[in-house]
């Protein structure tokens, strides 16, 4: 089940999405400054196939989000929706029984807006 997913987080009265990343830092990004979002094959997969297959950018007025990952697709979806409510990472192991798969998290905070 999706709300079943450690990854991925469904609010539909999401007002701001948390984004824990790989570091243990955890960002609150209002949906109010969502830009857009590119989902995509990650590049890196044509390097070792060990490389999460799916890479999304995720763009907000205040940073810029990776996700590293399989099945994005439901991410994408409650994004588009305003309800997504947290990403974070996780065991790869979890690829057997997680429709979407959260590998990795990185946010940079734009310059002009720190």
Same mark, same amino acid.
């Given at each position: 089940?999706?709300?079943?997913?450690?990854? &991925?987080?469904?609010?539909?009265?999401?007002?701001?999405?948390?984004? +824990? $990343?790989?570091?243990?830092?955890?960002?609150? &990004?209002?949906?109010?400054?969502?830009?857009?979002? /590119?989902?995509?094959?990650?590049?890196?997969? @044509? !390097?070792?196939? /060990?490389?999460?297959? /799916? !890479?999304?950018?995720?763009?907000?007025?205040?940073?810029?989000?990776? *996700?590293?990952?399989?099945? +994005? !697709?439901q991410l994408e979806s409650w994004l588009q929706k305003n309800e997504l409510s947290f990403v974070m990472s996780a065991d790869s192991r979890l690829d057997? *029984?997680?429709?979407?798969?959260? $590998?990795?998290?990185?946010?940079?905070? $734009? !310059? @002009?807006?720190?």
């Amino acid at each position: 089940s999706p709300r079943d997913n450690p990854c &991925l987080g469904h609010d539909s009265n999401a007002a701001a999405v948390a984004f +824990l $990343t790989d570091d243990g830092i955890s960002y609150l &990004l209002p949906y109010a400054q969502f830009l857009y979002a /590119e989902r995509m094959a990650n590049p890196a997969l @044509e !390097k070792g196939p /060990e490389a999460s297959p /799916e !890479k999304m950018s995720i763009h907000f007025g205040c940073a810029d989000v990776i *996700v590293l990952g399989s099945g +994005l !697709k439901q991410l994408e979806s409650w994004l588009q929706k305003n309800e997504l409510s947290f990403v974070m990472s996780a065991d790869s192991r979890l690829d057997v *029984v997680c429709r979407a798969l959260i $590998t990795a998290v990185t946010v940079t905070l $734009t !310059k @002009e807006n720190v």
